[in-house]
């Protein structure tokens, strides 16, 4: 008999929000496929995100800070007033350290270029559910 351990302690519940498609379905590919992620949701815009984290428990956010209706820094700040201990990735191509300095201000746990670091979000979604 060969014994089995998993990868993870705790299986994850993700939020996505990001206005893009292409890179909300690229998302959705490459976390889909981790043992720990035990589901996925995504919100287009400021709206969706806020009832998203109103009517589903999210253990983790992976957002952009450029969004239709509302700036993405706006998202960030009702997520860590609501929810303070919620994870929060920021995945951005508005990669400046300005963006960078705020957004750990506001209380972001990562701050990504989604262009050129979207590989790194594995192993910190890996690392959360450990």
Same mark, same amino acid.
């Given at each position: 008999?060969?014994?089995?351990?998993?990868? /993870?302690? @705790?299986? #994850?519940?993700?939020?996505?929000?990001? /206005?893009?498609?292409?890179?909300?379905?690229?998302?959705?590919?490459?976390?889909?496929?981790?043992? !720990?992620?035990?589901?996925?949701?995504?919100?287009?815009? +400021?709206?969706?995100?806020?009832?998203? $984290?109103?009517?589903? !428990?999210?253990? =983790?956010? #992976?957002?952009?800070?450029? $969004?239709?209706?509302?700036?993405? #820094?706006? =998202?960030? @700040?009702?997520?860590?007033?609501?929810?303070?201990?919620?994870?929060?990735?920021? #995945?951005?191509?508005?990669?400046?350290?300005? +963006?960078?300095?705020?957004?750990? @201000? $506001?209380?972001?746990?990562?701050?990504?270029?989604?262009?050129?670091?979207?590989?790194?979000?594995?192993?910190? $979604?890996?690392? +959360?559910?450990?």
């Amino acid at each position: 008999m060969v014994a089995t351990k998993s990868i /993870s302690n @705790k299986e #994850l519940e993700v939020l996505i929000i990001d /206005s893009a498609s292409i890179v909300a379905s690229r998302m959705f590919d490459i976390i889909g496929e981790l043992q !720990f992620v035990k589901g996925i949701t995504w919100a287009n815009n +400021y709206m969706e995100a806020l009832q998203s $984290l109103d009517n589903t !428990f999210i253990d =983790v956010v #992976l957002m952009d800070i450029q $969004l239709p209706d509302m700036n993405g #820094l706006d =998202v960030l @700040k009702a997520i860590k007033k609501k929810h303070p201990k919620m994870k929060v990735i920021v #995945l951005t191509n508005k990669f400046e350290e300005n +963006y960078k300095i705020l957004c750990e @201000k $506001l209380g972001s746990d990562h701050f990504f270029d989604k262009s050129a670091e979207f590989d790194k979000v594995s192993e910190i $979604l890996k690392s +959360y559910a450990a």
